[in-house]
């Protein structure tokens, strides 16, 4: 099982180019099985996560192949940390309408196949999801708004089985108790092919959704509402094929932010985009990160001699502060001067971390769904374990920064959603190995 093996005290200083996002690539995969016409994604990143939903869509009857539209070759780019890959996906029929357990079980994104295996087929069976152990993250909104627009929905022996009325999806409305975005993708996916009308009330707003709406337009779909929480969808009778581009993943952005919040040094981060992470940039300038913004290059410096400030964080969907930040910003608040509080309103079991990093020598406390970090600590190395995604790249900030060398161990959680991560900070100075 791979490791990192970190020595940290060193300072970056270079550019990262930001690849595109995992959160929106995922969706945007499972949109292709709403037509029988080619559907091509640039900018897609080759992560595990990405290998897993490409094996299940294959399962399904698409046609894939993966085309390197890096400068250079694939191991090789011309330009350092640049990578760039074109994923086609034909589903000229579908063969298969069984998600299986086997696939379904490592990934939590695999529902997505059910709104539009429903929508062509009018029958879908699909494993219950796994995924990080970060909360129950229940599939029962899924499953309400498949109801809303018709369907009949069942669950036998781990399975969900729907079934649309005969004639297919029958536009309706559809509201959310809750925010969720998973859920707004597969309805908003089911209810471009329905008949007649559909309206989603408190979707969520994620830049990740308005992407997925934008190509599901690029491929005919009468969508309406982009960024808001009320969503209009016409069902049209089919879609087309289209050549879309995956946008930048906005989760690597504020990573590399918090990075070089902890190291010191100078970084410009390329091929990003600012506005979807308003608000994380907000927060980092507050606690004394300096960031200025150039179009798509986000330019992050920060003196370690100069104190960072205390700051007060609770996550909430979009357009406020992301849950798959706060991981990286505890880590960056242990250094910070005084006491912050940080509290999690969108999973109930997100700070697994808590422990790894008092193990390297910060002090937090945790009551309920708020965690209190006494700064300034300072840490020092230690072996750490990852116990999901955010977690382990939140372990892998605080051994840039700490005295000595750290193991970072199960990093395959992090390879589900950072690609290449050791070779962007290498390029950028830091002392940063993969070991098997």
Do not use: F, W
């Given at each position: 099982m791979d490791k990192l093996f970190i020595t940290g005290g060193r300072p970056l200083y270079g550019q990262i180019r930001i690849g595109g996002a995992k959160n929106a690539a995922l969706p945007l995969m499972c949109a292709?099985?709403?037509?029988?016409?080619?559907?091509t994604l640039d900018n897609v990143p080759y992560l595990a996560d990405i290998t897993t939903m490409a094996k299940l869509l294959v399962q399904h009857g698409a046609a894939l192949s993966l085309r390197d539209t890096s400068p250079g070759t694939l191991f090789h780019p011309a330009t350092p940390g640049h990578y760039s890959r074109e994923l086609s996906l034909t589903c000229e029929t579908i063969n298969n309408i069984i998600a299986p357990y086997d696939l379904v079980r490592t990934m939590r994104a695999s529902i997505l196949v059910l709104g539009p295996l429903l929508a062509r087929e009018g029958r879908a069976q699909v494993s219950l999801p796994g995924g990080c152990a970060i909360g129950a993250r229940p599939v029962d909104l899924h499953l309400k708004a498949m109801e809303a627009l018709g369907a009949k929905i069942t669950l036998e022996e781990g399975y969900v089985l729907a079934e649309a009325p005969e004639g297919g999806l029958i536009g309706g409305e559809v509201h959310f108790e809750k925010v969720s975005v998973g859920a707004t993708e597969?309805?908003?996916?089911?209810?471009?092919?329905?008949?007649?009308?559909?309206?989603?009330?408190?979707a969520a707003c994620e830049p990740e959704i308005t992407d997925l709406a934008q190509m599901l337009i690029s491929m005919g779909a009468d969508i309406e509402g982009l960024g808001t929480t009320t969503l209009t969808?016409?069902?049209?009778?089919?879609?087309?094929?289209?050549?879309?581009?995956?946008?930048?993943?906005?989760i690597e952005t504020g990573t590399f932010l918090a990075a070089v919040g902890m190291t010191g040094g100078?970084?410009?981060?390329?091929?990003?985009?600012?506005?979807?992470?308003?608000?994380?940039?907000?927060?980092?300038?507050?606690?004394?990160?300096?960031?200025v913004e150039h179009n798509t290059t986000l330019r992050v410096k920060r003196d370690i001699t100069q104190p960072l400030k205390p700051m007060d964080i609770t996550t909430a969907p979009f357009p406020d502060f992301p849950t798959d930040m706060q991981a990286q910003l505890m880590t960056l608040l242990t250094q910070a001067e005084g006491d912050s509080t940080l509290c999690e309103t969108i999973f109930e079991n997100r700070f697994m971390h808590v422990p790894e990093l008092t193990r390297m020598g910060a002090n937090i406390t945790v009551d309920g769904h708020c965690a209190t970090v006494h700064g300034r600590t300072p840490l020092k190395c230690a072996p750490v374990m990852a116990t999901d995604l955010r977690a382990s790249v939140s372990l892998v900030i605080a051994a840039l920064a700490a005295?000595?060398?750290?193991?970072?161990?199960?990093?395959?959680?992090?390879?589900?959603?950072?690609?290449?991560?050791?070779?962007k900070l290498?390029?950028?100075?830091?002392?940063?190995?993969?070991?098997r």
């Open positions: 292709a099985l709403l037509t029988h016409e080619k559907v597969n309805i908003l996916m089911a209810a471009t092919l329905a008949n007649g009308t559909t309206t989603i009330t408190n969808i016409r069902g049209v009778a089919a879609l087309s094929g289209t050549h879309y581009r995956v946008i930048p993943d906005r100078e970084v410009e981060l390329l091929d990003t985009r600012p506005e979807t992470l308003r608000i994380v940039i907000d927060y980092l300038q507050q606690i004394g990160v300096e960031i005295e000595g060398s750290s193991t970072v161990q199960r990093i395959y959680h992090l390879d589900r959603g950072y690609e290449r991560l050791e070779e290498s390029l950028c100075g830091a002392d940063i190995q993969r070991t």
